[in-house]
């Protein structure tokens, strides 16, 4: 009898010991993130454990159930889940696939595991199911990063480069030619700066998308960064070589972008070339040769394709070392200034002088401003050259007007940038304050660079300009945009004729025209005309003869140093 209770004892603990376990497993299992299936193969027996009810809703009841997983797995995973799911050999096997599970699509992960006895019968299976949908997708991001460039869609520069020296390897070995384009959106700063980074986004983002659409097997495409695009082709031939993409940009860029907020903009580009072999060997160098040919185009005016060759790259290296150059002048302070008379027609009686800015180099050179100020624009130092040339200028004006004792007229020429600036009216009075310079004996030439960008804006200072007494000359008209109809608007007081007008005018009939109706044009709006660049005296008497109020040039003078324009005015006491 004892040894009955005994056993009964033993049999209660014993099952209290495995309810304790089962509860301890289904725990475990529950508090995992996967979902499980346990399949006893000999009892023919199956238990859904874990997420199982989170993840699907029918019931596995015997082996043959595992297909109506299969239903809910997208059709293309179907086959190669089918063997994960119904192994039977020892071992483990895994798949993932893409399923919808009540109405999401969601990324599982299955895995599948075989238990052999001694005699090597398969006693159990677990199959493992787990949702990998938000692994999968920052896979999918970082697989994305690593390739692609965000904003386009294009391949990123680091991808490109790594295709690039591909293309490069396979020309090598097939003795064949690669071409690299870089294209640049002209004038992108003004679309970013007058419309906004968002609109300037979605104008790259659809240049991108127009790029995308013309690869093709052999044609690569990136967004090396900003508004600066690059595109190779491998083997160019037929379709596939620089002449079509360039037809086929000329033929998209007839047409404006619209941009969603509702701005429709036009564009141009400029377009480098470089091609395996002839200009470099490597990839990257291949990218920087097409870089430079564009830094060429933007100088020439864009909108253009160009190639590189030997040449160029001279002029480029020319122009960095000018530029090195300029940085020291700039902190030597290794310029001084000239001035160039100027005489009123009828009397030949002295009008004023342009302040000439001069630069010597190191070799006593003497490097002339029309080559140097573009560069002195485009790096900035533009800005502490003007204050200088305008701080010069006025300093000197005032030591003549101090020792000769009457008024002329100090012309002081002002690149666009510095015209930018916020502080430029207030340094300016600051300075004539300073000197004790009236404003009205001095005058500022602008060139009609400055009025692109924002003629209102541009107008509204030059009215301010004005109104402290300051006369403004616009210079060099003729070679810019130069619409008559504009200049009703602006508020000037002169208008300089451009030199290349003057070396025509005795030659070519159109141009005595132009010329004639300028000076008309200008009289009628109470303007005061000067005719640059005069060195014969035909073109001098023709100018007084059809109205043309004062000259400057050659024939009269140089530009002169400040000593010899002293003995100029000492005759003109
Ligand atoms: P610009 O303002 O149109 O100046 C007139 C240019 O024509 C000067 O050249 C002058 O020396 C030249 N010139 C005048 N008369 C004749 C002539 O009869 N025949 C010929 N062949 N040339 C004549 P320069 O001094 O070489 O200056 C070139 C340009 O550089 C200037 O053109 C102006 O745009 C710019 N520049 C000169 N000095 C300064 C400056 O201080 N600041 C800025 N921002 N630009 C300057
Ligand atoms: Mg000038
Ligand atoms: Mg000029």
């Known amino acids: 009898m004892n040894e009955l209770h005994y056993q009964l004892d033993l049999l209660k603990a014993m099952n209290q010991k495995l309810t304790e376990r089962e509860r301890m497993y289904t725990k475990v299992c529950e508090s995992a993130e996967g979902a499980f299936l346990y399949c006893s193969l000999e009892k023919k027996q199956l238990s859904a ?11 596995v009841r015997e082996t043959k159930d595992f297909s109506k997983i299969l239903d809910v797995v997208e059709e293309q995973y179907v086959l190669s889940l089918r063997e994960v799911l119904f192994l039977e050999k020892l071992g483990e096997e895994s798949g993932s696939a893409e399923c919808r599970l009540r109405g999401k699509k969601v990324w599982l992960q299955f895995r599948t595991q075989v238990y ?11 199959i493992c199911i787990y949702n990998v949908t938000r692994l999968k997708s920052q896979n999918e991001e970082l697989t994305f990063m690593a390739y692609y460039d965000g904003l386009t869609g294009l391949y990123n520069r680091n991808y490109f480069v790594r295709l690039l020296s591909e293309y490069v390897r396979n ?3 097939k003795n064949s030619v690669v071409s690299v384009m870089i294209i640049d959106i002209d004038e992108f700063r003004k679309v970013n700066d007058g419309l906004g980074i968002i609109v300037g986004d979605e104008l790259v983002q659809q240049f991108g998308l127009f790029l995308k659409e013309i690869c093709e097997d052999n044609v690569i495409a990136c967004h090396l960064h900003t508004d600066v695009f690059c595109v190779a082709i491998f083997e160019p031939s037929g379709n596939r070589n620089v002449d079509s993409i360039y037809k086929a940009i ?63 790259l001279t002029d480029f290296l020319d122009s ?82 101090k020792q000769f004792g009457f008024p002329f007229i100090m012309s002081i020429n002002i690149s666009a940038l510095q015209y ?18 009236s404003p009205s004996e001095i ?52 208008l300089k004729i451009d030199k290349s007008f003057i070396d025509t005018v005795m030659t070519d009939s159109a141009t005595r025209v132009i010329t004639e109706s300028i000076i008309n044009m200008v009289k009628s709006l109470g303007f005061e005309s000067i005719a640059e660049g005069v060195e014969e005296a035909q073109q001098y008497e023709y100018l007084h003869a059809i109205g043309c109020d004062v000259i400057q040039g050659y024939l009269f003078s140089k530009p002169l140093s400040p000593q010899e324009f002293e003995t100029v005015l000492n005759g003109a006491v």
């Open 250 to 312: 000329l033929n998209r860029t007839k047409d404006a972008f619209h941009i969603s907020s509702g701005q429709d903009i036009h564009i141009t580009v400029s377009i480098g070339v470089a091609e395996y072999p002839q200009a470099s060997r490597s990839a990257l160098e291949l990218i920087n040769c097409a870089e430079i040919v564009v830094f060429k185009c933007k100088n020439q005016g864009k909108n253009m394709l160009q190639y590189f060759d030997t040449p160029v």
């Open 320 to 401: 960095i070392e000018l530029e090195n150059k300029l940085k020291k002048a700039v902190f030597n302070r290794d310029f001084y200034m000239c001035y160039q008379p100027q005489y009123y027609a009828g009397n030949r009686r002295l009008r004023g002088v342009e302040a000439l800015i001069r630069w010597k180099d190191e070799d006593s050179r003497l490097i002339s401003p029309a080559t140097f100020i573009p560069v002195a624009e485009k790096n900035g130092s533009i800005i502490t050259i003007g204050s200088w040339v305008v701080e010069e200028s006025v300093k000197q004006y005032a030591a003549w007007r």
């Open 171 to 173: 020309a090598g070995e």
């Open 443 to 494: 005058e500022l030439e602008i060139t009609e660079s400055v009025l692109i960008d924002d003629f209102r804006a541009v107008s509204e200072r030059l009215k301010v300009l004005r109104g402290y007494g300051i006369r403004i000359s616009l210079d060099d008209f003729g070679t810019g945009f130069s619409s008559l109809s504009y200049l009703k608007k602006l508020p000037i007081d002169t």
């Open 116 to 126: 052999y006895d001694r005699e090597h019968n398969p006693t159990d299976k677990v």
């Open 49 to 59: 454990l874990g997420q199982w009810r989170e993840f699907f809703d029918f019931e």
């Open 420 to 437: 930018k600036r916020g502080d430029f009216v207030d340094s300016l009075v600051e300075v004539l304050k300073r000197y004790q310079v």
